[in-house]
């Protein structure tokens, strides 16, 4: 099993999109093993996106991910980098496919409303970042016999 960091950003937490966002993917069978509410400081967001640090979009970005509480999670499956990936579709919300998150929630790439790590590297990196070890539960689900053959 991997794990993932994904984050429903301050445009999805204020379009009151936090609970239809974590049913997409509690319904496909993603396991939740951390989750919490937070405002992002400016320099976790410095690092976060670090590899984007000489786009022009920079400056704006760190704005938008600062700019309000984050819903912060940690999911757990089968391929879970790029099972999110695949849900939340592409960057820009008008070009992703239809019936993922950012098609069906989103406008513009500076609101996408969502984020999820690009590899299983990133996801290592990010769940560090955001998550202390103990913030991590452990646990098994009697339904995942029925997730998974
Ligand atoms: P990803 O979120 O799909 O992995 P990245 O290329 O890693 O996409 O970009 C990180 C975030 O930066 C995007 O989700 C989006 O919020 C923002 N972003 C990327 N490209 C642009 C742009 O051209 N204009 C404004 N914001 C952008």
Redesign the pocket.
Same mark, same amino acid.
């Given at each position: 099993m991997e794990r993932t960091f994904v984050m429903i950003?301050p445009d999805g937490v204020q379009r009151n999109l936090v609970g239809n966002i974590i049913a997409c993917f509690e319904k496909k069978g993603l396991k939740i093993v951390g989750l919490k509410m937070m405002r992002i400081p400016r320099d976790l967001a410095e690092k976060h996106?670090g590899? %984007?640090k000489d786009?022009?979009?920079f400056g704006?970005?760190v704005d938008?991910?600062t700019s309000g509480p984050v819903v912060a999670m940690v999911l757990e499956g089968k391929d879970a980098v790029s099972t999110v990936?695949e849900m939340?579709g592409?960057?820009?919300p008008l070009k992703a496919a239809p019936g993922t998150i950012r098609a069906t929630y989103g406008m513009d790439?500076?609101?996408?409303v969502v %984020?999820?790590s690009?590899s299983p590297a990133s996801a290592g990196r990010e769940i560090n970042l955001f998550f202390s070890p103990e913030e991590l539960v452990d646990y098994q689900r009697d339904v995942d016999r029925w997730i998974y053959e």
């Open positions: 950003k996106y590899e %984007h786009k022009p979009f704006p970005l938008y991910i990936r939340m592409a960057t820009n790439i500076g609101r996408n %984020h999820g690009d």
